[in-house]
C-alpha cells in the first residue's frame, strides 16, 4: 500500500503561482510513476504531468507545458507540483496518483494504483 497526502492548494490571481507538494508513505518509490491529475467542476479527471521516480523523467499535458514543472525530492518521498503563470481555467481538485512502474509500461492508458485526497486550487481572474 502507498499512502498520498497532498498539501499547498489554495486561491491564487490569475498570473500567480503555487506548489502543490504529495508527500508518500508505505512503500519506497523506487518502482512507481508518479503523477498529478485534477479535475475541474463537471469536466473529468485529466492528466496533468508524471515522472518516473527512478529516473525523474517528466511529462506533462500540453495545456500545462511550459508552465507547471513536477520534481520529486527522494529523501523526502514527496513530489512536487510547481505551477507558475496559473490560469483561471487550471482551477480543480489536484489529486496525486501513484503507478506501479511495470504495469503502467505494459498499459500507460490504466488508471493509477492509488490516489490522494485531492487539493483544491482556486484561480481568480
Known amino acids: 500500500q502507498v499512502h498520498l497526502e497532498e498539501s499547498g492548494g489554495g486561491l491564487v490571481q490569475a498570473g500567480g503561482s503555487l506548489r502543490l507538494s504529495c508527500a508518500a508513505s508505505?512503500?519506497?518509490?523506487?518502482?512507481?510513476?508518479m503523477a498529478w491529475f485534477r479535475q475541474a467542476p463537471g469536466k473529468e479527471r485529466e492528466f496533468v504531468a508524471r515522472?518516473?521516480?527512478?529516473?525523474?523523467?517528466?511529462n506533462y499535458a500540453d495545456s500545462v507545458k511550459g508552465r507547471f514543472t513536477i520534481s520529486r525530492n527522494t529523501a523526502k518521498n514527496t513530489v512536487y507540483l510547481q505551477m507558475n503563470s496559473l490560469k483561471p481555467e487550471d482551477t480543480a481538485i489536484y489529486y496525486c496518483?501513484?503507478?506501479?512502474?511495470?504495469?503502467?509500461?505494459?498499459?500507460?492508458?490504466?488508471?493509477?494504483?492509488?490516489w490522494g485526497q485531492g487539493t483544491q486550487v482556486t484561480v481568480s481572474s
Open positions: 515522472i518516473k521516480w527512478s529516473s525523474g523523467s517528466p
Open positions: 496518483a501513484a503507478y506501479l512502474a511495470y504495469l503502467f509500461g505494459r498499459d500507460p492508458d490504466r488508471d493509477p494504483d492509488y
Open positions: 508505505g512503500r519506497t518509490l523506487s518502482s512507481y510513476i
